[in-house]
């Protein structure tokens, strides 16, 4: 990931989180899709950093993309893309 040291190590722990146990990760936003059913969470780490992710069908967690507010757009025009 193309993160400061201190935002990497903040994106660690929140994937670490989802890890052991996804309803204690504080979800900002749900976001949704119109072209998709693609329906991803957002999460916000380290006050500029944002990642997305979803439960897939067998309740395992799927890390769509990582990135800051500077890169959002372009992250969501990725999902929207999936």
Known sequence: LDLAQDMHLKAEEV???LNEDS???PVK????FKKRSLLAWETV????GRLYWRKNE???IEVLA???KNTQQRDLN???SL
């Open 15 to 17: 994937l670490h989180t």
């Open 29 to 32: 936003r749900k976001v949704f």
């Open 66 to 68: 990582i990135g800051t």
């Open 45 to 48: 780490f380290a006050y500029k």
């Open 58 to 60: 067998d309740g395992g």
């Open 78 to 80: 990725y999902l929207e």
């Open 23 to 25: 309803s204690k990760v």
